[in-house]
């Protein structure tokens, strides 16, 4: 029963380890901007376009459930 709930395409699991790399990327570039303020136009560039790719990421992962 459990293995009819788990998704058939094994794109998902790509999507969901893409996101949750991105999540660990936003998440140390969130730590080094708290730590230290320097740069912070960087940083604030660098998590904005993490959050880009992650919208991306999420977007596929919907496009492809719609499609299953």
Known sequence: ??????????????????????IVQGSRELVALIASIDD??????NIEAIEKRGDKVTHNTVQLLHKT
């Open 1 to 22: 029963m459990f293995g009819r709930l788990m998704p058939q395409e094994g794109r998902f699991f790509e999507l969901f380890k893409e996101l949750a790399e991105l």
């Open 40 to 45: 912070l136009e960087r940083r604030r560039y």
